[in-house]
């Protein structure tokens, strides 16, 4: 079993919905929760962290649970722009050598 | 400013062959790492340098794998005897602080593609 998992989609949703992705983890000692996105043949680039009590950034939530070991994406009135994989990261620790990535979801937003 | 830069962004080999990528990360940027990412995977952890410390080795798949960093700044990932199964984006990341509890940043290049034919 990965240590990280992700439906790998693709998830193709039209302009103006909302979609989530959901990311499980089977190591219950891992401290930092992350959500990355990369665009096709670009780098990753963090997204946001995920917080115990769930974070808001403009249109994207995430949200944490612990008890039963999974992470969520919910991304509000979708964009073309937010077309992208989407990448679930997990850490035991604060450190990066500790981040594991799940192997991403591909999400396309259709005109 | 100029963000993490990597060269060259494609590479095609011939198994057997050596090669070597290089990184240049964000100036001032004191941890640098080295990942790969191989085809429907998530990124995997190679190797982290962190001023002139010792580097954390514990993530090189084989002794074939070997890197340096070089005054503190630009690092190259040096592959020898490529074989096919080493085909994947080798990315390189750049942090301002070291890797510690604090969830610092990382600010990723754009990666290699190499290609071992």
């Known amino acids: 079993r990965k240590e990280v998992e992700q439906d790998p989609g693709p998830f193709n949703v039209p302009e103006g919905a909302t979609v989530a992705f959901n990311c499980t983890y089977s190591?219950?000692?891992?401290?930092?929760f992350f959500w990355y996105r990369q665009d096709c043949r670009k780098e990753p680039k963090l997204l946001m962290s995920?917080?115990?009590s769930g974070n808001e950034d403009g249109r994207f939530t995430a949200q944490l649970n612990r008890a039963s070991q999974y992470i969520s994406l919910l991304i509000r009135d979708s964009k073309l722009s937010d077309s992208a994989t989407y990448l679930c990261v997990v850490s035991r620790s604060g450190s990066a050598r500790q981040l594991t990535f799940g192997s991403g979801t591909q999400l396309t937003v259709l005109p | 400013g100029a963000g993490v830069s990597q060269s060259p962004s494609n590479k095609v080999t011939e198994k057997g062959k050596d090669v070597e990528l290089r990184c240049d990360p964000i100036s001032g940027h004191t941890a640098l790492y080295w990942y790969r990412q191989s085809l429907g995977q998530g990124l995997e952890f190679l190797i982290y340098f962190q001023g002139n410390s010792a580097p954390d080795k514990s993530g090189l798949p084989s002794d074939r794998f070997s890197a340096e960093r070089t005054g503190g700044s630009v690092s190259t990932l040096t592959i020898q005897r490529t074989q096919q199964e080493d085909s994947a984006v080798y990315l390189c990341?750049?942090?301002?602080?070291?890797?510690?509890?604090?969830?610092?940043?990382?600010?990723f290049g754009s990666g290699t593609q190499l290609s071992v034919l």
């Open positions: 995920v917080y115990s």
């Open positions: 990341a750049s942090s301002l602080y070291p890797d510690t509890a604090t969830n610092e940043k990382l600010f």
């Open positions: 190591n219950s000692a891992s401290q930092s």
